[in-house]
């Protein structure tokens, strides 16, 4: 599935050329792709990328084919893989372990070929192996996941006793109630009406929730802002309590008007993640691991690649949590 030129729109089931193994990479079949909201802005040409691209960058897959100078993985073991493709290695983020932030860094899913296709090309260097009994298809979540511990973890931002409000019930949403949980918080997940799917979900998983006219909780210690809207930006700015903390994780896509003086009156401190670490991606694993995150409970549906626009479009209407493209159905 490509973008194949830049503005809105111009996203097709399109023939692209098989990845070639090179050294230092490996082919993977792709078992599961999530949909992800840098997808929604990627087909709104509000996310940079240079098309014609294979899109999409969360991803649980198989190796397939392995490289020259590749030591630690063989054909058949079941990973998920980080997203950077390639980054310059000498700037002083990338000294400092820190490759989201390298400026030229190249993901896949935006400037080089995606885990919406059948195989994709992955560096060796970003793979994970994944437990045999995780479903594979729930594992392309640890991507996600793996963002969220970035902007949670590191460094730690919840603790033992904080009250958590998180904003926004989609899958980022619920991953980083259960982080926060899993640093001795308690979270209480808040949405819209039209949210009531997902809300339910994150009963299921042991969280309060709210919505609508129903009050958020206010005077919080720690607010995770998971909608990218700009209401949900407002009330987590809202939310917390004096010398307290907001953390962005949500993208709004563009410009918003929110009441930042709150973080001057309350002297906040405003934190956010961008994208994933190398170090977030093995804490992400060690939740997964242990059980403090589960991941299959949110995958709503399983869809075939060729169905790409109702998942797109089920993503987009927040009809379920998390969306799987699967190109071998």
Same mark, same amino acid.
């Given at each position: ?200 979900? $994150?009963? @299921? &998983? ?7 006219? %129903? /009050?958020?909780?206010?005077? =919080?210690?720690?607010? !995770? +802002? ?57 804490? $992400?694993? @060690? &939740? ?7 991941? %299959? /409970?949110?995958?709503?549906? =399983?869809?075939?690649? !060729? +169905? ?22």
């Amino acid at each position: 599935m490509t973008k194949t030129a830049s503005g809105a729109g111009n996203v097709a089931l399109t023939a692209r050329p098989e990845p070639v193994l090179r050294p230092g990479h490996v082919v993977l079949d792709v078992v599961g792709a999530g949909i992800c909201g840098t997808d929604l802005h990627i087909w709104d040409d509000e996310f940079p990328t240079d098309p014609p691209v294979t899109m999409g960058h969360e991803l649980s897959g198989v190796v397939r084919e392995v490289g020259e100078g590749v030591d630690g993985w063989t054909p058949g073991d079941r990973v998920v893989s980080e997203t950077y493709f390639s980054t310059c290695g000498s700037c002083e983020w990338c000294r400092a372990g820190r490759l989201n932030l390298c400026p030229d860094r190249r993901s896949i899913g935006s400037r080089e070929d995606g885990a919406f296709a059948a195989r994709v090309l992955v560096p060796a260097r970003g793979l994970h192996r994944i437990p045999d009994w995780l479903d594979g298809h729930a594992a392309s979540l640890a991507e996600p996941l793996a963002c969220v511990c970035n902007c949670l973890l590191d460094p730690q931002v919840v603790g033992e006793g904080d009250r958590v409000l998180v904003v926004g019930p989609g899958p980022v949403g619920l991953l980083a109630a259960q982080v926060a949980r899993a640093s001795g918080g308690t979270a209480h997940v808040r949405g819209t009406p039209r949210d009531e799917a997902r809300l339910s979900k $994150a009963r @299921e &998983l042991g969280f309060e929730t709210s919505a609508g006219d %129903e /009050p958020a909780p206010a005077d =919080v210690d720690v607010v !995770v +802002e998971c909608s990218g809207s700009t209401a949900g930006i407002a009330l987590a700015l809202e939310a917390a309590a004096r010398d307290r903390r907001v953390v962005q994780v949500g993208l709004a896509g563009k410009w918003v008007s929110i009441p930042f003086d709150l973080v001057c009156y309350r002297e906040l401190t405003v934190t956010g993640g961008n994208a994933s670490t190398p170090p977030s991606w093995r804490r $992400a694993l @060690e &939740l997964v691991g242990r059980h403090a995150v589960e991941l %299959e /409970p949110l995958v709503t549906e =399983v869809i075939p690649l !060729v +169905e790409w626009e109702r998942a797109f479009q089920a993503t987009r209407e927040a009809s379920g949590i998390k969306f799987v493209l699967d190109p071998s159905l």
